[in-house]
């Protein structure tokens, strides 16, 4: 990879507060000018322009600050809107708690609900709204709607990094999301190394640039891998223990800071250019406690949902896999994979039994002899179950289920 190129991601998605990033730095100079000509871009058109597709809805930024998500599916919608505002609550409520804590990450945010459209005023709503639609974009789209939050965008230095970086023949694509305002998000994904087509092909959405591990280890090195790692780990037990809500198929993507007050618990200050976020609960749904803390968590219906959501999940998480699989990389010095889930698992229970012992939700259900007891091992079964479950999946993979007779 460019020197260059090399150094501009490093400075734009490092986990830790450089002095690259700071106000006087011309590399710094240059992220802020480009990503404040990329809402720029977004703000002077007139005809709203798709920045996003979900299973649920499809995203359009409205200003260069907020979004509307549009589709058919009211439930899935009203879904994402009530759970979205229990994770970002309890992401609000744990921050000094978890601050306290963990004084070198920082929390994962969530984009906050600006409105909902109710079925009264729906079609009102389309009538005033209508002409700011692509005629192909109102063939297509459902009829609710909801405002929020718009991610920052990752600093569009950052994104043409990338693309020449992973995608050298995409001229076409950079012009498409420099017109976008640079409207790209990009996904960490700490669970699996590339295949080798797709380091020859890459990815296909113009929305979504993936990261797979490979790619973040060459940029970030081991120590800024294991520093995302541990703040998802945060963010997942917030999910958990602070919401209580499943995380069925939730992401994690990069946003900047730029836009917002940053969460980061950094005594030595400095500032970062990007941060995570986490985003989609149209799938989402309300974990069902067990009614004592005192056994069998890893039986309970919670449990069991909670290691189906992460194991059916893009591979956003580290994986348990230790035997190389999935291009893991292990040698004298240890599997890399093992290391970085090994800290993923640690930071997740801590912060967890944080989080347990200080949610009056959680704690009412059992009996208060064993409530830090608890605390500790919920976690742990959940973190053990996930592991199981993803030996059962790989064995599964690798024909070990297969019986012939």
């Not at 734009?12 to 100079?29: D, G, H, I, N, V």
């Not at 449990?303 to 194991?311: K, L, N, Q, S």
């Not at 580290?318 to 291009?327: E, F, I, K, L, M």
Request: aromatic share 10%; proline share 5%; glycine share 8%.
């Amino acid at each position: 990879m460019d020197t260059q190129i090399l150094e501009v991601l490093r400075a734009a998605l490092s986990p830790f507060p450089s002095p690259m990033t700071s106000s006087t730095s011309p590399l710094a100079t240059s992220m802020e000018s480009l990503s404040l000509s990329s809402h720029s871009t977004v703000a002077t058109t007139s005809t709203y322009r798709v920045i996003g597709r979900g299973t649920a809805g499809t995203i359009y930024p409205s200003t260069p600050r907020s979004a509307l998500k549009v589709g058919r599916d009211q439930k899935a919608l009203w879904n994402d809107i009530c759970f979205g505002k229990e994770v970002y609550d309890a992401l609000r409520a744990s921050r000094v708690v978890l601050g306290n804590y963990f004084h070198d990450l920082t929390v994962s945010r969530v984009p906050s609900l600006q409105f909902s459209i109710t079925l009264a005023y729906v079609q009102q709503w389309w009538a005033n709204s209508e002409s700011q639609f692509s005629r192909e974009d109102l063939e297509e789209e459902g009829k609710f709607v909801f405002g929020l939050d718009r991610i920052p965008p990752v600093p569009g230095i950052a994104i043409d990094a990338l693309l020449r970086a992973y995608f050298p023949d995409a001229s076409d694509r950079a012009a498409l999301l420099q017109a976008e305002g640079h409207a790209c998000l990009i996904r960490p994904y700490l669970g699996r190394r590339r295949t080798a087509r797709e380091k020859r092909d890459g990815e296909e959405s113009q929305w979504n640039l993936p990261l797979f591990l490979d790619q973040l280890l060459s940029i970030l090195g081991l120590s800024g891998v294991r520093h995302m790692a541990r703040e998802m780990a945060i963010g997942l037990a917030v999910l958990h223990w602070g919401a209580l809500v499943d995380g069925i198929d939730v992401e994690f993507v990069f946003g900047s800071t730029s836009d917002s007050k940053s969460s980061t618990f950094n005594p030595n200050g400095g500032k970062r250019a990007t941060q995570l976020w986490l985003l989609d609960f149209d799938k989402a749904e309300k974990s069902e406690l067990p009614q004592n803390g005192k056994e069998g968590f890893g039986e309970t219906e919670m449990c069991r949902r909670i290691v189906t959501a992460v194991t059916a999940n893009d591979p956003h998480f580290p994986t348990p896999d230790v035997r190389g699989n999935s291009g893991a990389r292990c040698d004298e010095g240890g599997c890399v994979e093992k290391h970085i889930w090994e800290v993923f698992g640690e930071t997740y229970v801590a912060a967890s039994r944080i989080l347990i012992t200080r949610n009056k939700d959680i704690t009412k259900t059992m009996d208060l002899s064993v409530k830090d007891k608890t605390s500790e091992v919920w976690p742990k079964e959940f973190v053990r179950m996930w592991k199981a479950r993803f030996t059962e999946i790989r064995e599964g993979e690798d024909g070990g289920f297969v019986v012939f007779g």
